[in-house]
């Protein structure tokens, strides 16, 4: 059986469905940070079968809930300090979003003014259907 260590510092995210850690890792800029990340795939897990988990030591302030809770609301947050889970963060849809997706629609304003940032908002918060704030035009995952 594998073995990671603890971390003193950071977050643990859980409940990852195997296979998207690497996509979570990419989204939330971890590379661009200075800090320690360790990324487990395909862990068994009674929950999914199987699930990914990150492991990030740094200051819980780097991670952007709100990309995270877009790209998987089902998600775990648990915030480390001391080595001991001091809290479970939960994650909500975010009503708005900012360049973490494009507008795939060629007539909109995005489409043309490359200095423009993509901005989508909840239109459905039961159907998680997000859509460009210039043309609402649907996203499609």
């Known amino acids: 059986m594998l073995n990671v260590g603890k971390i ?11 296979g998207k850690s690497l996509d ?5 800029q971890l590379d661009k940070l200075d800090c320690t990340v360790a990324i487990i795939k395909n862990a068994r897990s ?4 199987k699930k990914d988990i990150l492991k990030v030591e ?5 991670l952007d809930l709100d990309i995270l809770a877009f790209l998987d609301h089902n998600i775990t947050v648990n915030v480390i300090k001391n080595g001991e889970i ?8 975010p009503r708005e979003i900012k360049n973490v997706i ?7 304003i995005t489409s043309i ?7 989508f908002f909840l239109s459905d918060e039961q159907k998680e259907i997000y859509r460009c704030k210039y043309c609402e035009e649907k996203y499609n995952a």
């Open 86 to 93: 001091v809290e479970k963060k939960d994650l909500i849809l």
């Open 24 to 28: 979570l890792y990419d989204h939330l």
């Open 46 to 49: 009674n929950k999914m079968g």
């Open 58 to 62: 740094c200051d819980i302030d780097m």
């Open 8 to 18: 003193e510092e950071g977050f643990v995210l859980d409940h990852i469905k195997a």
């Open 102 to 108: 494009k507008c795939r629609n060629p007539r909109c």
């Open 113 to 119: 003014e490359q200095g423009l940032p993509h901005i």
